[in-house]
């Protein structure tokens, strides 16, 4: 199994530095989410991790072996990343993304191999694109549009899956379809990372939360351990009570709003 | 949302329409070759070709005028078309052509003061000139780009491009309104044109735009991949810096090189990539080789047609790509802002 995890990393853009000596493991098989504020530097750790970004200083491991000195295209069979909002070139259908999805495995004058056709229908298949397959992603709805997103990524036939806020612009009903089909993924053997905003959400699906605050991990742990009503003060700035959920008994969080009904 | 299909045509029919368009541009060539202001019968055309005669009139003007001619139009447009799909691929920006770059306003710079400051005169200097002028604007375009956070984006490349291109168009203005020699030489290299390239300078540029489309051809998959976007492409083990670099060079050789032959010459480099996509899809493995030979055809047809149009007299290509380019450039806009 392979186990991605950061040591003393050191992360910033220009002269800005955005975290610092951050050590950080990500269990194979396992879900797991980056959590905390705007700025707090959630999406640079992930970006890190997704060798988007060049450390400063210190490394991410895969398996021991630091990923920013491998070859990036034997880099790409191992970890999948898929970026914030990212945006379809106009007029490309769904196969032809998810198509790209192969760039990893091909050589210069490759041809589509059966292997090739192979991995696309699986991540079709997976993502229940099969009958969306020849329309225009730009045709899709946000939800779809994201699916197809995720299908080239499964594409590549990683084991580990990055994703840095798959649910953004997205409708509560089609957070949920994004979130199930990561968890149907994570079931099926992938390690999943991700930043989400919604704290209710990443409890719900994630086996594993790390709370960050200006730069350092401020908590990490199972989502009981980590979502409390102190670390979210800590962290958001915000008082709020935390109750069982009623059905799946997992931590909810009720932030405590200004405004009380008289 | 209505269920519109993605532009996609199967691969077989993409490959053997290639042949098919290579076609129609050897037959437009032929016709730039066959038709002018003299008037030549087809055989003295053919035998011109094949027993040249340096007596027969007929026999000079077509191979010493309209042959040149027709490898200059096919040459620039076909340079053009591949620069303006390279560049609206990698920019992310349907509007974006060789001028967005300061390319062309840059090389207008150059021969405009090559004329004011040095006096240069013949037609392969100011190529020279052209060239270099375009070369430097655009390294300045990606030096000043490459300043600040987040490096070279496609968003600053296009700021920064139309800033510089405001710039270098103001001080060609300023050398031209204080300079009316300046102003009349340089006239008809302005409102670029094919004419009048002799076949050396035909030859001289040729290794340099055979080369681009050669190296744009190679790295058609990689460009597909890049047009996703710089984290999507490297997130699937692209060597991101590293294609960007060659783009780079492909479309300064491509645009350099058109602006070199031609001067500045508009709308093909922004149209032809459209009207290509409409049938290849995304795809650059493919949208490369038919903007190319659309590119081409479509240089040599405006060519055609702005001579036969106010025969004896002509129009400059340059004016007759805008002529046509322009409305379907606005049809383009119009159709897109619709969906």
Redesign the interface.
Same mark, same amino acid.
């Given at each position: 199994m392979s186990l991605l995890q950061t040591q003393d990393l050191s992360l910033g853009?220009?002269p800005?530095a955005i975290i610092e000596a951050l050590s950080l493991a990500a269990p194979s098989g396992q879900i797991t989410a980056l959590i905390g504020p705007n700025g707090c530097g959630k999406s640079t750790v992930l970006r890190g991790m997704?060798?988007?970004l060049r450390p400063r200083q210190g490394s991410v491991l895969l398996d021991g072996r630091a990923i920013h000195s491998l070859p /990036?295209? #034997?880099?790409?069979?191992e970890?999948?990343?898929?970026?914030q909002a990212?945006?379809?070139?106009?007029?490309?259908?769904?196969?032809?993304?998810v198509a #790209?999805?192969r760039?990893?495995h091909q050589a210069w004058f490759q041809q589509w191999s059966q292997a090739d056709e192979q991995a696309l229908q699986t991540a079709l298949d997976l993502t229940h694109l099969q009958p969306l397959a020849?329309?225009?992603?730009d /045709?899709?709805?946000g939800g779809q549009r994201q699916r197809a997103w995720i299908a080239?990524?499964l594409a #590549?036939e990683t084991n580990i899956l990055l994703l840095d806020e798959p649910t953004t612009y997205l409708d509560l009903a089609h957070q949920l379809e994004i979130l199930n089909l990561l968890a149907d993924l994570n079931q099926q053997g992938k390690t999943i990372i991700m930043v989400l905003h919604d704290l209710n959400l990443a409890a719900a699906y994630a086996d594993r939360l790390v709370a960050l605050r200006e730069g350092q991990i401020f908590a990490q742990g199972s989502p009981a351990e980590v979502l409390t009503e102190e670390t979210v003060e800590q962290v958001f700035g915000i008082k709020s009570r935390i109750v069982p959920h009623p059905v799946t008994g997992l931590p909810l969080c009720l932030p405590l709003s200004q405004r009380v009904p008289a | 949302?209505? @269920?519109?299909?993605?532009?996609?045509t199967r691969p077989w029919l993409l490959f053997s329409l290639l042949p098919v368009a290579g076609a129609i541009l050897v037959l437009v060539a032929l016709g730039s070759i066959a038709f002018g202001a003299a008037d030549i019968n087809i055989q003295d055309v053919l035998a011109s070709f094949s027993h040249f005669d340096a007596k027969d009139t007929g026999h000079l003007i077509i191979q010493t005028l309209r042959l040149p001619r027709a490898l200059t139009a096919i040459l620039v447009g076909a340079a053009l078309g591949v620069a303006g799909a390279i560049m609206q @691929?990698l920019t992310?920006n349907?509007l974006a052509d060789p001028g967005l770059l300061g390319i062309e306003a840059g090389a207008t710079l150059a021969v405009v003061s090559g004329i004011f400051l040095f006096k240069i005169s013949a037609l392969p200097v100011y190529a020279l000139f052209a060239f270099v002028g375009g070369t430097l604007t655009v390294l300045a375009v990606y030096a000043l780009s490459a300043m600040?956070?987040?490096g070279v984006t496609p968003y600053k490349l296009t700021i920064v491009g139309a800033a510089l291109t405001a710039l270098l168009a103001s001080l060609t203005t300023t050398i031209l309104l204080f300079d009316q020699r300046s102003l009349e030489e340089v006239r008809f290299w302005l409102a670029g044109s094919v004419a009048g390239r002799s076949m050396e300078l035909v030859t001289q540029s040729l290794p340099f735009i055979l080369g681009g489309l050669a190296l744009a051809l190679i790295f058609g998959r990689q460009i597909?991949?890049l047009?996703?976007?710089e984290?999507?492409a %490297? @997130?699937?083990?692209?060597?991101v810096g590293w294609i960007k670099a060659i783009s780079a060079v492909i479309v300064v050789v491509l645009a350099g090189g058109a602006v070199a032959l031609a001067g500045p010459i508009g709308f093909i480099g922004l149209v032809v990539p459209h009207m290509v %996509?409409m049938f290849t899809?995304?795809?650059y493995r493919w949208t490369l080789p038919y903007a190319a030979l659309v590119g081409a055809s479509l240089l040599v047809l405006s060519d055609l047609v702005g001579r036969v149009l106010v025969r004896p007299l002509e129009m400059p290509v340059g004016i007759m790509t805008a002529a046509i380019g322009g409305p379907v450039f606005i049809y383009l806009v119009r159709s897109?802002i619709k969906r």
């Open positions: 853009y220009g800005l997704a060798r988007l /990036t295209k #034997q880099m790409a069979r970890l999948g990343i898929l970026p990212p945006t379809a070139p106009e007029g490309i259908s769904v196969r032809e993304l #790209q999805g760039y990893p020849e329309r225009a992603v /045709t899709l709805s080239m990524a #590549q | 949302m209505p @269920g519109q299909p993605a532009a996609q @691929g992310r349907p600040g956070r987040g597909t991949t047009s996703l976007g984290d999507v %490297r @997130g699937l083990g692209q060597n %996509r899809g995304v795809d897109k």
